[in-house]
T-cell receptor, first 114, second 113 residues
Framework: KAGVTQTPRYLIKTRGQQVTLSCSPI?????VSWYQQTPGQGLQFLFE???????NKGNFPGRFSGRQFSNSRSEMNVSTLELGDSALYLC?????????????FGPGTRLLVL | AQSVSQHNHHVILSEAASLELGCNYS??????LFWYVQYPGQHLQLLLK??????LVKGIKGFEAEFIKSKFSFNLRKPSVQWSDTAEYFC???????????FGKGTTLSVSS
């Protein structure tokens, strides 16, 4: 099976712009979670989607949003980019939303905000 | 709120040395525990996980971890490290009510040959 794929892999934006990142989960996985990884804060949970519904949300401002499509693919959007949004954005998928499920991570999208 | 502490930020070892990375979590209820590894230039991979049962769990590549409930700890061990174990290691916890993983800040392991 193909793993979790994320596009694009690298992105450079300027402050004030918006960006959309895409994640395709492992085939058959219906839950997608997003995480932000920075050197200072480590890995922080952004949100989780299951069956096109947001199930859980981390402590991030409203500029961060996401959605999930009927084929389980997910996108996250960051509006009005700030320098501090520079990070590696990771997507993880699992079959369901059970706490017993293992999450499988993609390679990430590295976003640089100038 | 749940939190995870990894006490060692950077560990440097020679090949064949033994490894123990500390992980403590704060949550009073039932938790699921994970160790993930991120090799240079690669994505996060699951090393091992604990859900219930035997508190000593074995993972891939010779790693194991022991869950000690009374100490809220889930330390990662390997008897003899190899140069290829150079990576960043993350401990994570998830409670029974949620599915979000709460990660520690990570420990960078550097193994010299």
């Amino acid at each position: 099976k193909a793993g979790v794929t994320q596009t694009p892999r690298y992105l450079i934006k300027t402050r004030g712009q918006q960006v959309t990142l895409s994640c395709s989960p492992i085939s058959g996985h219906r839950s997608v979670s997003w995480y932000q990884q920075t050197p200072g804060q480590g890995l922080q949970f952004l949100f989780e989607y299951f069956s096109e519904t947001q199930r859980n949300k981390g402590n991030f401002p409203g500029r961060f949003s996401g959605r999930q499509f009927s084929n389980s693919r997910s996108e996250m959007n960051v509006s009005t980019l700030e320098l501090g949004d520079s990070a590696l954005y990771l997507c993880a998928s699992s079959v369901t939303v059970s706490p017993l499920e293992t999450q499988y991570f993609g390679p990430g999208t590295r976003l640089l905000v100038l | 709120a749940q939190s995870v502490s990894q006490h060692n930020h950077h560990v440097i070892l020679s090949e064949a040395a033994s490894l123990e990375l500390g992980c403590n979590y704060s949550y009073g209820g039932t938790v699921n525990l994970f160790w993930y590894v991120q090799y240079p230039g690669q994505h996060l991979q699951l090393l091992l996980k604990y859900f219930s049962g035997d508190p000593l769990v074995k993972g891939i590549k010779g790693f194991e971890a022991e869950f000690i409930k009374s100490k809220f700890s889930f330390n990662l061990r390997k008897p003899s490290v190899q140069w290829s174990d150079t990576a960043e290691y993350f401990c994570a916890v998830r409670n029974q009510a949620g599915t979000a993983l709460i990660f520690g800040k990570g420990t960078t392991l550097s193994v010299s040959s």
